[in-house]
């Protein structure tokens, strides 16, 4: 049982660039989310996905696209990478609400 | 906005000693959560306590939950060194599309040996 897997675990962008990052879980999760965290600001959230078709904007979602195509995968999408993007990015997933979420490893990106 | 504020930022005690990290937060909740993060790790779950409740043990652990103050506490009983790492509270509210579970910047524990 894998849990929640992020793909890739590293990344190094240059200005502009594009790039997709990947969450996989196995645990037939309704719920995932991505967050970004940066030092001294805790976990911010991007995007989530109440279910398989569903997205919805958090609280810093500019600059990041999303899609839930399938139950399982949930993608994040760079169309155009600045600076300010460098973070670590977390997903996550939950069954149902009221329940606890379970976190992937994280993506470190750097854009330079 | 983030919806939970951690306090303090920063804490530095002797193993064995207790440590106690408060949240608080600002509109209506469903439930408040505690999570833990290790240095360059993913976050793990600690403990949920749901918005009737006031108070909920997991081990060392004892969560309280003040709704009319919108605050909560996490206690760390007897702490060991290998408990070092980065708390969160978590709150979450909504439901069905408007769902949404959102975490404060954290307490840093550091445990000496």
């Known amino acids: 049982n894998a849990g929640v897997t992020q793909t890739p675990k590293f990344r190094v962008l240059k200005t502009g660039q594009s790039m997709t990052l990947l969450c996989a879980q196995d645990?037939?999760?309704?719920?995932m989310y991505w967050y970004r965290q940066d030092p001294g600001m805790g976990l911010r959230l991007i995007h989530y996905s109440v279910g398989e078709g569903t997205t919805a904007k958090g609280e810093v979602p500019d600059g990041y696209n999303v899609s839930r195509l399938k139950k399982q995968n949930f993608l994040l999408g760079l169309e155009s990478a600045a600076p300010s993007q460098t973070s670590v990015y977390f997903c996550a997933s939950s069954y149902l609400t009221l329940t606890e979420a379970f976190f992937g490893q994280g993506t470190r990106l750097t854009v330079v | 906005s983030q919806q939970g504020e951690e306090d303090p930022q920063a804490l530095s005690i002797q193993e064995g000693e207790n440590a106690t990290m408060n949240c608080s937060y600002k509109t209506s909740i469903n439930n408040l959560q505690w999570y833990r993060q290790n240095s360059g790790r993913g976050l793990v779950h600690l403990i949920l306590i749901r918005s009737n409740e006031r108070e909920k043990h997991s081990g060392r652990l004892r969560v309280t939950l003040d709704t009319s103050k919108k605050s909560s506490s996490l206690l760390i009983t007897a702490s060991r060194a290998a408990d070092t790492a980065s708390y969160f509270c978590?709150?979450?509210?909504?439901?069905?599309?408007?769902?949404?579970?959102?975490f404060g910047k954290g307490t840093l524990l550091t445990v000496n040996p």
């Open positions: 978590a709150t979450d509210k909504g439901g069905g599309s408007n769902y949404k579970l959102t």
């Open positions: 645990m037939n999760h309704e719920y």
